[in-house]
């Protein structure tokens, strides 16, 4: 029986999913990110299927979502998006933390993976810690300066400029670039690295990660290690198909 329970680590409500069977004992371990404006309940049917496989997996609460949303309005979040990756990577370290200090990862084995915002996430926690063992990327971008360029755009056309006088579009590029998996993309390290991608995806450009995954293939001596799943049609929802591939790839990396 899979058996879930919410905790609170430090500020971050999480799910623990699991089998009840498996409770505090060693496991191997993912963590799951969920998307901008989702919430850790979302992922609970591919958390299941990970679970029923073996897996510990914990779902976070990101800043400013779920129990943590508050009463923000959706624009400040979206103003605020930079800043929410920044801490999703800081709080995946201090999750880490918790595992290791309660005994909870079989063998040092933690995978990352995530929707949308969660899937860049990922890739960002990818440049900075190196016991992320493997990795899944669903409908994210692993070229997270290029989406920040693009998202600032859309949001001084919507007439937003005040919040740049604010904050340094400078500073926020610049902290960009030092999470962005494209451009140091030597930290993968051979590291196994599955993403899905919707080819109709209309919020995050599928050609992101498609072009980064064609560019990076060759780094790999074991090209079982990565692998990119495109699916026709598919816009910016992961299917079934995807939770079923992305569970299967876990099975056989982690």
Known sequence: MIHINKQYWAD???????????????LPVITYMHGFTSAKE?????????????????????????????????EERQLKFFEIVQKNVEEIKQIKYFLDEKGLIADGRFGLAG????????????????????AAILMGTPKLTSYMEGLISILEE????????????TTILDKSKELDLSLQPEVLAGRPLFFWHGEADSVVPFDH???????????????????FLREVGAGHKVSRFAMIETANWFELQL
């Not at 409500?13 to 004992?25: G, Q």
């Not at 919507?158 to 579009?169: A, H, R």
């Open 115 to 134: 929707t949308s915002m969660g899937g860049m996430t990922t890739a960002a926690a990818l440049t900075q810690y190196p016991w992320i063992k493997t």
């Open 209 to 227: 990660a498609y072009n980064f995954h064609e560019a990076v293939v060759p780094l790999y001596k074991n090209p079982e290690n990565i692998r």
């Open 42 to 74: 979302h992922n609970l049917p591919l958390a299941y299927m990970l679970a029923e496989k073996g897996y510990r997996v914990i779902l976070p609460d990101c800043l400013l979502h779920g129990e943590r949303e508050g009463e923000v309005s959706q």
């Open 158 to 169: 919507q007439g937003l400029q005040d919040f740049f006088e604010k904050n340094d579009i």
């Open 12 to 26: 971050i409500p999480i799910l623990i999913v699991e089998e009840e069977t498996h409770v505090n004992k060693p």
